[in-house]
């Protein structure tokens, strides 16, 4: 999860919303990194945990992530558990809850839903208050080139 936390802090050089996403393979080597980056490239797919899964798959070779770990500052979005499900990894790390869109049953869960042919474990909770203290700093602060005011944002869990 530190891995992921210092990809989130990298986030915030472009302006982007602080999550960070690492893939670790079943030895626990780094396979991919991710860190959200659609204000830096304008593309609204560019989360975190896309670039990360998008990265192991091209160092493996392949797009089945059997066996991986997806460790992430900030519970996945819908699209992000979708990724995390059709790459086939065995489990999903995540720091704090997103109340508003997370889909690792905070929102909902699609990550777990029975109706799926693959299902990773989820464990929940990992240094949440690091992850927390980072989203909550971003969305707080002033900053000049932000398009959208977070100030009154609620805090993140």
Avoid: Q
Wanted: hydrophobic share 45%; net charge neutral; glycine share 10%.
């Amino acid at each position: 999860m530190r891995l992921a936390l210092a990809e989130a802090r990298a986030a915030l050089l472009t302006g982007d919303v602080p999550v960070g996403a690492v893939v670790l393979g079943p030895d626990g080597t780094v396979l991919g990194s991710g860190r959200n980056a659609r204000e830096a490239t304008g593309d609204p797919t560019a989360h975190a945990e896309i670039l990360a899964i998008r990265a192991a798959a091209v160092r493996l070779g392949g797009w089945r992530l059997a066996g991986c770990t997806l460790v992430v500052t900030l519970e996945p979005c819908t699209m992000c558990a979708g990724a995390a499900v059709l790459a086939r990894v065995d489990r999903v790390v995540y720091g704090a809850t997103e109340e508003k869109t997370g889909a690792a049953g905070s929102l909902w869960d699609a990550l777990r839903d029975r109706r799926l042919n693959h299902r990773p474990e989820v464990v929940a909770g990992v240094l949440a208050s690091a992850s927390s203290s980072l989203l909550t700093s971003f969305f707080r602060s002033p900053e000049p080139t932000r398009t959208t005011d977070f100030k009154s944002a609620p805090e993140v869990s």
